[in-house]
């Protein structure tokens, strides 16, 4: 349990980290390493900000629908200013927006944000009246996903590039990586590992890959009616696809409140379809979900973090019920949160980013999932877990998940909103005890 004085000095610490990154209408994930506006950060990041500013809280979601593409994709970064620190930067990406942004999109977090803003909400009239407006934005982003990303209506979405599974180095795509080509790339210096340590991030022959993938999809105009066929890199992520399901639901159920019965119908269609997919993923041999590259058909064989997400949707009670088995089992060893990537994989790295270390934001939709699958216990320690490790180590961008040792960049936005949100819940759940 966590002492009134530690919590007030861990909210208090959280908030002026918040305040530290906000740029106006937008939170940058951290000063150096992200200067700019991130997809799935900024929706995370606003069920923060809502403990502290409502207002600001919308304010988060509405900027980064402001820009939306006219296809329905919403950018996985913004450029909202020039900076030199990051690299691939605006020139190199070229989409020809108005203000710059990325050619690829992100885990669709916002439509699970935007109920919990919602529901949240003490001032009813301006939650309603935004919650509205951002509505058919929604909406349009998942029926892109659903025309451009799933064109054999299978009820599962690929992603194009792994910096849009927002785990960008995961084990998970290396087989399919491998087909990606490292030749013609022009020449790049980076800038990441200028602000972190190397050795913790992606490799040189990957990088390669990402530019490589950017290039091929700039020379295609950034038709996204173009993109799926032509990627030599399709994946069907479990994880990806159970955050999109989870919003679909979500969106559904708010749109319902809100009088919007189209919008409900159809997001409930696709929650449903993609459920009843998702069953397709499942590893017995594994005990949970794996990948399935969609160039092959063949499932993949890596037991990532990607796997226990989709118990963040809606499934079945006993599946939800197995990835808590295979969760507690690896707590034995690991006192921090999930692993990224199954330790006891001789792919595991215990340090290099999606590799291995323990997120908070994982450890939050698990612990969210876990709640809603009946897993009370699994989900309390989960809690626990993550407020250890910042009490340990701060607010870092990730966790080696055997030692807790901070990595990655340092006073992190979404690492600080979701110690509000474990915090919050922690306070009002000992609030219900006495
Ligand atoms: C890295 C992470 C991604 C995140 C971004 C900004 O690329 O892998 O999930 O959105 O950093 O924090």
């Known amino acids: 349990m966590i002492h009134a004085a530690e919590s007030a000095s861990l909210v208090e610490q959280a908030v002026a980290i918040l305040k530290a990154n906000d740029r106006g209408g937008y939170t940058i994930p951290t000063e150096g390493l992200y200067p700019f506006q991130w997809n799935w950060d900024s929706c995370l990041t606003a069920l923060g900000l809502a403990h502290v500013d409502a207002a600001r809280a919308w304010t988060e979601i509405e900027t980064l629908f402001a820009h939306q593409w006219p296809d329905g994709m919403v950018p996985h970064i913004v450029f909202h200013v020039a900076s030199d620190g990051y690299f691939p930067g605006p020139e190199v990406w070229s989409t020809g927006r108005p203000t710059p942004t990325s050619g690829i999109t992100q885990p669709p977090v916002a439509g699970f944000a935007v109920r919990r ?32 990303r799933d064109p054999q209506s299978e009820g599962l979405v690929a ?13 998970d795509w290396d087989a399919a990586f491998a087909r990606v080509p490292t030749e013609g790339v022009t020449p790049y210096v980076r800038r990441d590992t200028q602000h972190a340590d190397p050795a913790h991030r992606p490799t040189k022959a990957q990088y390669d890959r990402y530019l490589w993938l950017v290039e091929h999809f700039r020379r295609l105009g950034w038709d996204n009616t173009r993109l799926h066929e032509a990627s030599p890199f ?17 969106l559904a159920e708010l749109a319902e409140r809100l009088g919007e019965p189209q919008i409900a119908a159809a997001n409930r269609g696709r929650a449903a379809a993609g459920l009843a997919a998702l069953e397709g993923l499942w590893s017995a041999s594994h005990g949970q979900y794996l990948c ?8 993949i064989d890596s037991a990532s973090i990607g796997g226990l997400l989709p118990a963040f949707a809606a499934i079945p009670r006993p599946r939800a019920a197995a990835l808590a088995r295979r969760i507690e089992r690896q707590a034995l060893t690991l006192p921090f949160g999930v692993a990224s990537h199954d330790p006891d994989d001789p ?9 291995g270390p323990s997120w908070l934001i994982t450890n939050y939709m ?5 709640v809603a699958a009946g897993e009370a216990a699994l989900a309390a320690k989960l809690v626990a877990a993550s407020l250890a490790l910042i009490r340990q180590s701060g607010f870092a961008e990730y966790y080696d998940p055997l030692t807790g040792e901070p990595c990655g960049g340092g006073r992190f936005s979404w690492t600080a909103a979701m110690v509000l949100e474990f915090l919050a819940d922690t ?7 006495t």
């Open 292 to 299: 399935r590259d969609r160039v092959t058909g063949e499932l």
């Open 234 to 250: 399709r994946v069907v992520d479990p994880g990806f696809n159970a955050i999109l399901i989870r919003s679909a639901a979500d």
């Open 159 to 171: 992603i194009l590039h792994p910096w849009e599974s927002g785990r960008d180095n995961s084990v």
């Open 347 to 355: 792919r595991f790295e215990a340090k290099r980013y999606w590799r």
């Open 366 to 370: 698990l612990a969210e999932g876990f």
């Open 427 to 433: 306070k009002s759940q000992n609030g219900r005890r």
């Open 117 to 148: 803003l919602f529901e949240r909400a003490k001032d009813r009239e301006q939650a309603e009246r935004r919650a509205r407006a951002l509505l058919p934005a929604i909406d349009r982003w998942h029926a892109w996903f659903y025309a451009h």
